[in-house]
């Protein structure tokens, strides 16, 4: 099994390495044929995502927007672009090593006019080389900059590392902290699982919570801490295990407009990245909650909604990605009580409640338990 780890990594090597001098290659032909160097990419806007019938997911739609050597600047970004893939060809896939985001942007410095005045530009080429190839950025070896997320729960695992293979319980042989999802989860192989069903918390504080009340052992659960927006390597995990192990989706967050759209990450896809759908979002998951109707319902502790979050909900009630009934009905609601309620207001209900009553019951209501 381990062998089968090392060589799809290689052949992930081999695939991103062709994708990338097929680019760089359809350049040069441009040149040669005496025709001006130019790419095509999706427009990134709300505007512009559609829903799949195939994978049941939001993806890019037709509108595209153009790179093209015709104006300086976008022969720049051309000349940027071809730094980039001499770069991941010869350093990252050639000697097997890897860079962030924030150290490409340093890396630049060394193009002469070819360096990024600023990161968000090379991080916007990155994303263009991943929907130019119709690869994720983790086949060429980028690495992001902050720490990835955790879960927990009753699943055993193979991960790959560069100081071997390493086999882990995510139960049994880690602390009370969780495993640590590692960038590039396509290094993991799932081994055999108990679990039924896998559920996806924002706050450290619920995900702390549901680990001391054992709450993974009493349901055979396996708990991921999403950190908030969660990291393209949670999001890949997640719809790895829901798709190859058949474990059903949960996600669980605040009750406010953002917190509404890290579900939407996890269920539908996010617009920045709607490319890469397909292989993150997991479209089965399903939103416990905090629903605005829990705040009604469970006389929650509340904040007052900000100008920002009305005007964010107003916005997803235009967002196609929230065109339910149920996201109607719900944000609407809110919009009316204008209150919001974060996940650690069930404390207010006593310690226990959360997972003595309140997930209980609505894990029950949405036929997981």
């Not at 065109?323 to 650690?344: G, M, R, V």
Request: charged share 30%; glycine share 6%; with cysteine.
């Amino acid at each position: 099994m381990a062998d089968n780890l090392s060589t799809q990594k290689k052949e992930h090597d081999e695939i991103a390495r062709g994708r990338l001098l097929g680019l760089a290659g359809e350049l040069y032909d441009q040149f040669t044929d005496e025709v001006v160097p130019s790419v095509s990419l999706p427009s990134r806007t709300k505007a512009n995502i559609e829903y799949s019938e195939d994978s049941d997911v939001w993806v890019y739609g037709d509108r595209e927007t153009e790179r093209s050597a015709k104006t300086v600047k976008g022969a720049f970004q051309l000349l940027k672009t071809s730094h980039v893939i001499d770069f991941l060809v010869k350093n990252h896939l050639g000697q097997n090593r890897g860079s962030t985001l924030r150290e490409l942007y340093y890396i630049s410095e060394n193009w002469d006019i070819a360096k990024f005045r600023e990161q968000p530009e090379s991080d916007r080429l990155i994303e263009d080389l991943e929907i130019i190839s119709g690869l994720q950025r983790e086949y060429f070896h980028m690495r992001p900059e902050e720490d990835g997320a955790t879960m927990f729960g009753p699943i055993r695992l193979r991960e790959e590392t560069k100081r071997g293979d390493r086999v882990i319980h995510c139960q049994e042989d880690i602390g009370e902290s969780g495993y640590q999802i590692p960038f590039n989860v396509e290094n993991i192989e799932f081994l055999d699982t108990d679990a039924k069903f896998i559920i996806a918390v924002e706050t450290g504080g619920m995900y702390a919570r549901l680990i001391e009340n054992g709450f993974d052992e009493r349901n055979d659960a396996i708990l991921v801490h999403l950190k908030g927006q969660p990291a393209r390597s949670t999001r890949r995990i997640i719809k790895r295990m829901n798709e190859e192990m058949n474990i059903p989706v949960v996600v669980f967050t605040d009750g406010d407009p953002w917190s509404y759209r890290i579900f939407a990450s996890v269920a539908y896809g996010a617009i920045k990245s709607a490319h890469l759908s397909e292989h993150m979002a997991t479209p089965g998951a399903q939103f416990v909650g905090v629903q605005p109707s829990d705040i009604v319902e469970y006389e929650l502790s509340t904040d007052k909604l900000t100008d920002k979050d009305v005007a964010a909900l107003r916005s997803e009630l235009t967002d196609p990605r929230f065109a339910s009934d149920y996201w109607k009905e719900q944000i609407s609601l809110q919009l009316e009580i204008n209150k919001k309620a974060e996940q650690q207001a069930f404390a207010g209900k006593g310690l226990d409640f959360v997972t003595d009553r309140y997930l209980p019951e609505r894990l029950t209501d949405l036929g997981v338990l």
